[in-house]
Nanobody, 126 residues
Framework: QVQLAESGGGLVQAGDSLRLSCAAS????????TSWFRQAPGKEHEFVAA????????YYGDAVKGRFIISREGAKKTIYLQMNSLKPEDSAVYYC???????????????????WGPGTQVTVSS
């Protein structure tokens, strides 16, 4: 089992930055992937970013490319999402998701992830 706990959400203004954290614990595998998804009210989950633990290769959703950065602090099993130039449309509940073992073709697919955190709210005012 893997447990995930997000933190760092809050209310910010458009153009501001915010950093989310996801602390992983439990039986994480060396060949893992951790992702961030987000869900706005009335919408489906949207892929934001992913990072592979072996090699730290990173992947981004089109809506956040160039603005968000995913990173990992291996010793602490903590994954960060640095969000810059925030827009009101970035407002959502942000979820951290993890899977042991990586399937590249589905790294941005919600159903590929076995473990999920409870989420943290990000609200961007205009």
């Amino acid at each position: 089992q893997v447990q995930l706990a997000e933190s760092g959400g809050g209310l910010v203004q458009a153009g501001d930055s915010l950093r989310l954290s996801c602390a992983a614990s439990g039986s994480t595998a060396i060949n893992s992937a951790t992702s961030w998804f987000r869900q706005a009210p009335g919408k489906e989950h949207e892929f934001v970013a992913a990072i592979r633990w072996m090699g730290d290769r990173k992947y981004y959703g089109d809506a956040v490319k160039g603005r968000f950065i995913i990173s990992r602090e291996g010793a602490k099993k903590t994954i960060y999402l640095q969000m810059n130039s925030l827009k009101p449309e970035d407002s959502a509940v942000y979820y951290c998701a993890h899977r042991n073992g990586v399937i590249l073709s589905s790294i941005g697919t919600k159903s590929a992830y076995h473990y999920w955190g409870p989420g943290t709210q990000v609200t961007v005012s205009s």
